[in-house]
């Protein structure tokens, strides 16, 4: 699958429906949640209760996405995380069993349709099927922030270093402790600052 651009705007309808807990940088000794859903492209023929309208960009386009993901978090056995060019974070997924056969039969289906990534709930990536994929990985070019990579290193092994899940887990964890304190921190210093509401 190749990259499709999107457009910053997208339908209040599609977040109000799809969206889910974001990533709670708490300093827990669980990992926090995450979600990454792969949507196909619907019609809006099939009605607001099982499709939602995005917007894409070059060329600007409203296209509907089905509600029901093809793949989601649960499907993912590892994970491959790397820079985009635009700032924010890519990450390959290599799929289990289960997400292998539904990601087979979807590309296999739908030759040329869009696919869109929903991340926490937010549009994230849209992706054109171009080949029908066998191997049960497939590249998400960006949208990742770098809170919801580590989250999903406190979930899934790195490809090819699946030995070494238990050391990145603690790391992650760790590093996302740390992000969640900084955050209070500056919170509070900014609470602090506040200038005191003026009396009428």
């Known amino acids: 699958m190749r990259p499709y651009p999107l457009a910053m705007r997208i339908a209040h309808f599609l977040f109000l429906s799809l969206l889910v807990p974001g990533v709670v940088l708490a ?3 669980k990992a926090p949640l995450i979600t990454v859903r792969i949507h196909a492209e619907g019609s809006e ?23 029901v993901p093809i793949i989601g978090e649960k499907d993912i056995a590892a994970i491959l995380p ?18 292998t056969q539904k990601i087979e ?18 549009i994230a990536s849209a992706l054109r099927v171009d080949r029908r994929i066998t191997d049960g990985i497939i590249t ?24 070494e899940f238990e050391s990145q887990k603690k790391q992650a964890l760790a590093s996302l402790s740390k992000a969640a304190s900084a955050k209070k921190k500056t919170e509070k210093k900014t609470k602090t600052q506040a200038p005191p509401p003026s009396e009428s």
Do not use: W, Y
Request: net charge positive.
């Open 27 to 29: 300093a827990e000794k």
């Open 82 to 99: 790397f820079s985009s060019a635009d700032g924010s974070l890519g990450c390959t997924l290599r799929l289990d069993a289960n997400g």
């Open 45 to 67: 023929r099939e009605g607001p209760s099982f499709v939602a309208p995005i917007d894409l960009a070059f060329p600007a386009k409203r296209i509907f996405i089905r509600k």
């Open 140 to 163: 998400i070019p960006s949208g990742f922030l770098p809170e919801e990579i580590l989250v999903l290193q406190t979930k899934h092994p790195t490809m090819g270093k699946e030995k």
């Open 105 to 122: 039969e979807h590309t296999t289906t739908a030759r040329d349709a869009i696919v869109a990534v929903l991340i926490n709930g937010r």
